[in-house]
């Protein structure tokens, strides 16, 4: 097939795809697939020995959702959630969205600064935990901005708090004959779902009804999958494993949830549930190849910003292709490459807007690009975030006219394929997390002495970048020792925001605006570890 007629049959089936009747909400989603695949399996959390059947899985939800309801929630609450990859994680979600109610999840590895921060930050009302989170971190219900013991509602075993509601009861009591006291509609917000940025402190989407079932159709119908299994290794706070949980409901398909991500245990993981559709864990091709690869029976590979090289051996080594799916929290999936492409030269690329999506490079005029200029990507179309919550700046930053402006850098080429060359934004993306530099940097100038700081990202080839801070010390200082500097920032970041390369300096360059000049701190320096403290290591580079 030539290019040509591959983007112009892709456009005309984003176009039919565009046109078809679809859920109002993710209840009417529910229902439907209760009603027409009552008896499969939705979900299943495979370490824990935990399934639901489409049908069980909508019975537990209402009666959830009708406990919720007599407890207090009420359409429009925000309801914090901070818990493993467990069956009661997308339940909890669920029934909030029956109530109409919004769901702030919490990265499981927050330390209590950040938990503070999210919780009085979406103004929640209730928290669903797991007690030894709250334990661990020597935090009780009621103290600072948590709520009060009445409005934290506990998963699995509990030791002390027992005044607290507990989510079997709550099950064990509501009826599935629920009826909400306001009925959500398509517009109204399920998710504050928090990203990091640029300015610091991370950002809450809001996420909608409309959000989540445009994303489940258009990567479900663009890739033409069906009644398939899926293996979702994210966990759940993170907006892949919530896609995998709604791609099943739209689809019929089965998802298998990982305890955790885990390399070595992909390729079981693959066999183990005879996979046919996940997201590439890339450094598994680092590791020996197995007979189990080509056994488990994967069809598809999704991927993010993956070379033609890994695309390649993917194939070589599990018989099946992978396909690249750009996209971001505030506004799902953008681009994807078609399964039917096979120029390598394509496959290399973000492909073509997928359904339901529009695309636009900008250049930093404002006029926009021609194929072969490089400028910002916008995105457009149905269901994109609601705005940023309680942050009306980024709102006019990153929202101009219904445009999302990405922050990515891309290019088309003449053919019409769109391609990422870079990122505008001052983040790092370590092992697939997202990371504010200036979060980071905020934190180690709270400490003792320090006068700024700069952290940028070191090319890694295990996590695609490290994190570097460099330091610089209030004059006539001695400077602390690293392990100081990163004991403070453990206890006050998770640990994926914990620098690796550590290094003092004596001065920065500055820009004009008084922020520091992090190309010219980096310009020249081939080997940016080059006399830093390599933290994992415990030597100096």
């Known amino acids: 097939m030539k290019d040509d007629d591959i983007r112009l049959s892709w456009w005309e089936r984003n176009q039919r795809i565009e046109a078809l009747s679809l859920p109002n909400t993710l209840p009417d989603m529910l229902a439907e697939a209760a009603g027409r695949w009552p008896n499969q399996i939705a979900y299943n959390f495979f370490d824990r020995g935990e399934t639901r059947t489409f049908a069980q899985l909508r019975v537990e939800v209402r009666r959830l959702a009708d406990a919720l309801q007599q407890l207090g929630i009420r359409h429009g ?59 661990t971190r020597s935090m009780r219900p009621g103290e600072g901005p948590l709520p009060p013991a009445e409005n ?113 245990r992909f390729v ?101 690009a021609v194929p072969g200029e490089v400028g910002e990507l916008w995105v457009s179309g149905d269901g994109l975030l609601q705005g940023y919550w309680k942050r009306p700046e980024a709102n006019a930053d990153f929202l101009a006219d219904g445009w999302f402006r990405t922050g990515d850098l891309f290019v088309q080429d003449d053919r019409g394929y769109y391609s990422i060359v870079g990122r505008i934004k001052d983040m790092i993306r370590r092992s697939e997390e997202n990371i504010s530099a200036l979060e980071v940097e905020q934190v180690i100038k709270d400490f003792p002495g320090v006068l700024d700081s700069a952290v940028v990202a070191v090319p890694d080839p295990e996590r695609e970048e490290e994190v570097k801070a460099y330091i610089l010390m209030a004059p006539n200082l001695e400077p602390p020792s690293f392990e100081e500097i990163l004991s403070h920032c453990r206890e006050r970041l998770a640990p994926f925001k914990v620098p690796r390369y550590l290094t003092f300096v004596d001065e920065f360059p500055y820009t004009p605006s008084e922020k520091v000049a992090k190309k010219q701190l980096t310009a020249g320096v081939d080997d940016l570890r080059a006399g830093a403290w390599d933290a994992r290591d415990q030597i100096q580079r």
């Open 268 to 368: 079981d993981w693959l066999y183990q549930n005879q996979t046919s559709v996940t997201w590439l864990t890339e450094q598994v091709l680092e590791l020996p190849p197995r007979p189990e690869e080509r056994a488990a029976g994967v069809k598809l590979f999704l991927g993010y910003s993956q070379s033609v090289e890994t695309i390649k051996r993917t194939l070589e080594r599990f018989g099946a292709p992978t396909r690249e799916l750009y996209g971001a929290t505030e506004f799902g999936g953008g681009a994807a490459v078609p399964l039917v492409v096979e120029d390598p030269a394509i496959l290399g690329t973000c492909g073509v807007p997928l359904p339901f999506r529009r695309l636009r490079i900008v250049r930093e005029d404002g006029r926009e």
């Open 77 to 135: 609450d925000h309801v914090a959630v901070m818990l493993s990859n467990r069956i009661e994680y997308p339940i909890t979600w669920l029934a909030l969205a029956e109530i109409g109610a919004v769901m702030a999840p919490i990265v499981l590895s927050s330390t209590p600064r950040e938990i503070h921060f999210f919780i009085s930050d979406c103004e929640a009302r209730f928290l669903v935990v797991e007690e030894p989170e709250l334990r």
């Open 152 to 264: 934290v509602i506990f998963v699995g075993p509990v030791e002390e708090h027992r005044s607290s509601p507990r989510y079997d009861t709550l099950v064990a009591q509501g009826s599935a004959d629920f009826a909400p006291l306001r009925a959500p509609t398509a517009n109204d917000p399920v998710n504050i779902q928090y990203t990091s940025g640029t300015t610091g402190l991370p950002k809450g989407a809001m996420l909608s009804h409309r959000y989540w079932i445009i994303g489940a159709a258009a990567t479900m119908e663009f890739f033409g999958i069906d009644h398939v299994s899926a293996l979702s290794v994210s966990p759940f706070y993170y907006i892949d494993a919530q896609a995998f949980a709604l791609k099943a409901l739209y689809s019929g398909a089965r998802v298998d949830f990982s305890p955790r991500p885990s390399i070595n």
